[in-house]
């Protein structure tokens, strides 16, 4: 059966019985045009019993043009693999051995946090076979929870708008300075405070006009790092096997000391420390994993989405953890655990030192660098499609303007809005707990939304929702939803419990500050969306209604009507 289309009130060419009705936020747009009516404007999921026909096997969900779709199995592991690994691995060991006191513990840890992500990472493929459509969380919070009509939307809309605008890309400029500093240490250049902003300044305008006007070419480079890093991470590891083994040529230098950690007394050797050590050294793992769902942000723009995503997410995910435990071996391997614990060097730079001699830091230096570049260039290109998936929700202004692709065929608004963002922060936030603030609050907030994502997920399982007809071509194990929703549960909890005594998150605000902002931030969503869905349409006498345009650049967007009460409700 063919598409059933809807047609679209034309802002130029009124239809009779519609003459007064203008569209909300100055859509005034003549290029749009009929569309069919789509999957996920009648609330409808892609089911698996369908997903083997050539009309419904995931490019034909979400209308863009076909030429729009770049993204194949190696660009999107990549998306995936670029955004989890960037800084972390060469420094967050050190502070995972100190929570846990042992390197036994250690590594038990690290298994926790790849188990959890695994998790994630079923939930997040099961969400987008079934919605494969950009834009992640937003639309499965839509999808589930759909009464009061548009709240979700508004207030995951809202909610986002501020994390993306205000908390991720605070995030992203602290990642820009660290590109900075050790891209002038490898240069041998002092990191002074404007030597450093003026290369982490020229990094972000770089991001932004390769990904917002050279889409290709930013894929690229984004991939060409990403394989760079894996490639390299696979040495590093390779090497300090090497070194276990005690290959020749592959020994601790003469002038350090030399590790013992791998017989089983010293294995297990400090370890107690306590629930609350433990706790927070998962949390770090976790953290560590975060970027399993960075590719969902992007699925309009994925050959064969379905598919795809099936494939790319497990293959990144197996490589990022593969990654994650031979690199902790063989940090092991070659580092004493004394010196990984007294030293005030990240544990990476102790690794070549050690195997390599200290004349190789600046290397290092530069390998970090550029891996920071890959897990920015990651971050960038899906954050930029977000922006302009919230804008073809329709509900803020100037929603036409952010969900265009002119002029070059890519989110460049998004991008811009972004940089603009990052910029500001970038010499305007004085480091210390401002800084700290972001980051704790992007990182809770995201919590909250896999809590909500998770729990919603398991009610589609339930009977009054099965109206809904959820049976999406992946189905994760209800028991890995349940444990990463418990996860996550226990992650946007536990930050309202005090710390251990001598023990402190910031300087000046209180430890529980990023936890209540995150929280209150769902409350703008919330004020929006009663002005403007319930008291302007009552006070006003009229009714929203909800239909799919069609822009002159091939992009679809939501745009909405004001009807009077008269006119009955869809």
Not at 11 to 34: I, K, N, Q
Not at 237 to 252: A, I, M, T, Y
Not at 502 to 519: C, D, I
């Amino acid at each position: 059966m063919a598409p059933e289309c809807e047609n679209v009130i034309r802002t130029d060419s009124p239809r009779a019985g519609y003459e007064e009705h203008t569209p909300l936020l100055s859509d005034r747009d003549p290029s749009f045009v009929s569309v069919p009516r789509g999957s996920a404007l009648e609330g409808e999921a892609l089911n698996r019993s369908e997903s083997g026909r050539k009309e419904r096997h995931g490019e034909s969900y979400d209308n863009v043009p076909k030429d729009k779709r770049q993204l194949g199995l190696f660009s999107v592991a990549f998306l995936i693999f670029n955004r989890i690994i960037g800084t972390g691995i060469y420094a967050t060991p050190s502070n995972i051995l100190r929570s846990s006191g042992s390197v036994g513990v250690s590594l038990i840890m690290w298994l926790v946090g790849a188990s959890i992500a695994a998790c994630g990472t079923a939930v997040y493929v099961e969400l987008g076979t079934g919605l494969p459509r950009s834009g992640g969380e937003k639309n499965y919070l839509e999808f589930i929870f759909r009464r009061p009509k548009f709240l979700a939307t508004c207030t995951f809309t809202v909610y986002t708008l501020i994390m993306e605008i205000i908390v991720i890309q605070g995030t992203a400029t602290a990642n820009s300075v660290v590109f900075s500093e050790y891209i002038l240490h490898s240069l041998s250049f002092e990191p002074t405070w404007f030597k450093t902003r003026l290369v982490a300044f020229s990094c972000l305008s770089f991001i932004c006009l390769i990904h917002g006007t050279r889409l290709r070419w930013g894929l690229r480079l984004q991939n060409t790092l990403g394989l760079f890093k894996l490639v390299i991470l696979a040495l590093i590891s390779l090497s300090g096997l090497l070194c276990l083994l005690s290959v020749k040529g592959f020994q601790v230098r003469g002038d350090y000391e030399k590790p013992d950690n791998f017989r089983w007394e010293k294995l297990w050797e400090g370890s107690g420390t306590g629930l609350n050590a433990f706790v927070s050294g998962v949390y770090n793992v976790i953290w560590s994993f975060i970027g399993y769902s960075n590719a969902n942000y992007a699925l309009s723009e994925v050959r064969d989405p379905v598919r795809t995503i099936k494939r790319a997410a497990p293959l990144a995910m197996l490589s990022v953890t593969s990654v994650y435990l031979f690199i902790n071996i063989a940090y092991f391997a070659v580092v004493s655990k004394s010196d990984i614990l007294e030293s005030r060097r990240i544990v990476a730079a102790l690794y070549f030192r050690n195997l390599f001699g200290p004349t190789t830091e600046k290397a290092l230096s530069s390998f970090i660098a550029l891996s920071t570049l890959g897990n920015l260039l990651a971050g960038q290109f899906s954050q930029g499609r977000v922006i302009q998936e919230l804008g073809r929700e329709g509900i803020l202004p100037f929603s036409s303007f952010f969900a265009s692709n002119k002029p070059f065929n890519a989110p460049l608004t998004g991008l811009f809005t972004q940089y603009l963002v990052s910029c500001t922060f970038l010499f305007a936030v004085p480091p210390g707990d401002a800084y700290l603030f972001l980051i704790s609050l992007s990182s809770y907030s995201l919590s909250l939304i896999n809590m909500l994502v998770s729990f919603g997920l398991l009610l589609l399982y339930s009977q009054p929702y099965l109206v809904w007809g959820w049976n999406p071509p992946f189905r994760a194990p209800k028991p890995l939803v349940i444990l990463f929703f418990v996860s996550n549960l226990f992650l946007v909890t536990i930050p309202f419990f005090p710390p251990i005594p001598g023990s402190k998150t910031y300087s000046q605000l209180p430890y529980w500050s990023h936890s209540a902002g995150g929280l209150a931030l769902s409350l703008f969503g919330f004020i929006y969306w009663y002005i403007w869905g319930i008291w302007l349409p009552k006070s006003k006498g009229y009714h929203l209604e909800r239909k799919w345009a069609l822009q002159d650049d091939g992009v679809s967007r939501y745009v909405f009507h004001k009807l009077p009460v008269s006119i009955p409700a869809p």
